[in-house]
Structure formats: structure tokens, C-alpha cells
């Protein structure tokens, strides 16, 4: 498929249709979130997706990339982004020769993706500074940007400045300015539900397959029970997301292996489950800074939730 192929693709409905079906099998039950992401692209809008990490914005908008046939550039957000880093320089050891020139200059992912028509995703987009975020004010107003020495960049059409943020997160943060605000549309994307989560876990782990179950089959029902749970603890201030459930699955299955532990039913499960929450899940939790606990003390309590104060759900059925 060729850019001029994808200029002119999304704007056909029939072909639109199409393109969210196939984007679709990509996907685990966020056909609403790709339908306003890919309307919204499809449409010419830049677009930021504000939600917490682990909540498939990534795969949504790799595999629009993917069915659109245009490359997916991705930048971090942080206090090190500078303008000349998100547009590009000039090649010093190149200048000191042969003075500035348009031959001499390193393009940036900001230039990159509009000279091939690809998606300038950047994640953690209010922790760049100030001024490197209204870098992309013309970019996004004119698909133009002048460089200096260089001349006019003029973006392919389907250029697009994708932003991610964490609601959750304030710390290091930048406030966005009005100017930005209103070049970009807003997509929250929040977690999913207890089934697509376990489907996702099945998926990354196949854990529900060959030897693994009936073992593996109780493992992402409690690894999901229990990340989904440090979302909700009064201690936390930003839980795990599935992809900790994900981990806790992994993590136990080896264990178990080393443990010779096979039955789901074995008085040692919940103590391997424990032990695997605290290797995935440990790191990935945000404790409320007030407090003087632990993240392994939070996680003892989660676990006690499931296993020992009502056990029945975490039996199988």
C-alpha cells in the first residue's frame, strides 16, 4: 500500500469498515476505543489517548500503522526532550566542513514522521517541556514546519501527532497550554473489564493450553483478580495494569515448575501465588507516599483478600 493509497483509503466508508474489522483481530475488546481512534485518524485529527499504562493504546495505534502500511515512530516524553532532538540538527563533524546545509542535517522523529507519513506517537506527552510542545504547534495546524538552513518540510497525509498521558500521574508533569489543547482531540481509555483482561493474559501466556492446565486456567483467573485489585486499595495510588497479571502468570508457572506443583487444588498454591505477586506485581504498584507500609505488605493484604478471607473466590467455578 502506498501513502497515496492511505490518503485517500480511510475516506471511503466502505473501506473504512474494513479496515476496523481486520484492525480488530489484532485487538481484545476495544472495539469502541478503535472505532473513535481510527474515526478520528482517518478524519485528519491528532489525537491524544489519556489513560493509565498497560491499557493497549500502544497496540491500538500500532496496529492502524500496521493495516495502513506507514510507520509508527515513537518518542518519550521527558525533561531531556528538546526541540532540536524532536526535530533534528545538523551533523557537527558535517558543519565544521562544509558549513550548514539542507544535506547536512539529521532529521528528528518529528521530521521523520512527516516526510514519511507515519504517526509521531509520544508517550508521557505532559512531561516534555513547554517549549518542545509547541514545537509541534505548527505541525499540527499547517502539516508544515519551517527549519532553519533546511527550508519547508511539508508532512505527507497521513502525518498525524499522536499523544498518550497518565490521569493518574502529577508528578513531573508539565501543564498543557490552551494552544495545544485545541489542536489535539481526547480519547480516555481505561481499563478493561475482568474478561478481556483474563483473554489478554490467556493470549501473552497460553496459559490455558497444553500442560499448563488445568494450573494455568486457575493462575490467570487469580493473577487477574489480584492486579485488578491494586487498583482499588486505599494505599495504592496507581495499581498494576494487566500487564502485571501477565508477568504473575509467567512468573508462577516457573515456579511451579521448580516446585513440582502441578494441582491447582494443592495447599501450596495460594503460597506460589503469593510469591509470584510479589516478584510481578512489587514493582509495578504506586504506594500512597503517606504511609509508612510496603509494597510487599499491600500485596500480603490483596493476597489475603483472595485466599484467605474469602476463599471461595479464588476456588475454581
Known sequence: MTVDDVATAPTDAAGLQRSRERIARHLVGRERELELTLAAVAAGRDIVLEGPPGTSKTTILGAITEEWGIP???????????????????????????????????????????????????????????????????AMADRSLAIPRVG??????????????????????TRLSTSVHDRLNRLAVDYQDSDAEERIV?????ADA???????????RDAVAVARATRDHPDIRQGSSVRGAIDTVLVALRLAALRDLDDPDSPDYPELVY?????????RIHLDEALDTTPERVLREIWEDRFVLEPHRADPG
Open 202 to 206: 490467556i493470549l501473552r501466556t497460553g
Open 210 to 220: 497444553g500442560g499448563t492446565a488445568p494450573l494455568g486456567a486457575r493462575l490467570v
Open 72 to 138: 509508527l515512530l515513537f518518542v518519550e516524553g521527558n525533561a531531556d526532550l528538546t526541540p532540536a532532538k524532536l526535530v533534528g540538527h545538523h551533523n557537527p563533524a558535517r558543519v565544521l566542513r562544509e558549513d550548514y546545509s539542507a544535506d547536512n542535517f539529521v532529521p528528528g522523529p518529528l521530521v521523520e514522521a512527516m516526510q514519511r507519513g507515519g504517526f509521531l506517537y509520544i508517550e508521557e506527552f505532559n512531561r516534555a517541556p513547554e517549549d518542545t510542545l509547541n514545537t509541534l504547534l505548527t
Open 275 to 283: 510469591d509470584a505477586m510479589i516478584v510481578a506485581l512489587s514493582g
Open 152 to 173: 519547508r518540510i511539508r508532512a505527507e497525509p497521513t502525518f498525524r501527532v499522536i499523544a498518550s498521558m497518565n490521569p493518574y500521574d502529577n508528578v513531573g508533569t
